[in-house]
C-alpha cells in the first residue's frame, strides 16, 4: 500500500491499491459505497470507542499521579496537609472516573488495553 494514499483512496474499490491487492470479503453498504460492511460507522460505538480511549488515557495519568504522590511521600516532599490533599484529589478523580465508565457503559477491564506480547496496559 502507498503510504501516501488518503483514506478516501484507500476506500475507493476502483483506484485504491490496498483494495486490489486486499479484496472485500464482505459487500460494501447500500448507504455508503466503498466501505465495507465490516466497518462500524455507528455513532454510539464511535462515541464508546472514543470514551475507551479517553478513559484510558486518563487512568494511565491517574495512576502516574498517584505513584509520583506515593514517591514524594516516601521522600517526605510533602507537609501533612498537601498528604490529605492530595488524598482528597486521587480519590475524587478517582470517583469522576468510576462515573465515566458507567455513563460509557464500560468496565475497569474494558479500559485496560491488551497490548499484545507485552500483556496488559494496567
Known sequence: MNPCESVAEIMNPETSTYAAT???????????????????????????????????VI?????????????????QDLSDDDIERLGQSLLKLDQELARLRAYFGLSQEDINLDLGPLGKLF
Not at 38 to 43: A, K, L, R, V
Not at 59 to 75: F, G, I, N, S
Open 22 to 56: 486486499h479484496p472485500a470479503t464482505d459487500s460494501a453498504t447500500d448507504s455508503a459505497p466503498g466501505i465495507r460492511a465490516g466497518i462500524s460507522i455507528d455513532p454510539d460505538n464511535v462515541r464508546q470507542g472514543l470514551g475507551k480511549l479517553v478513559l484510558c
Open 59 to 75: 487512568e494511565l495519568l491517574r495512576q502516574l499521579m498517584e505513584r509520583q504522590a506515593v514517591h514524594r511521600m516516601d521522600r
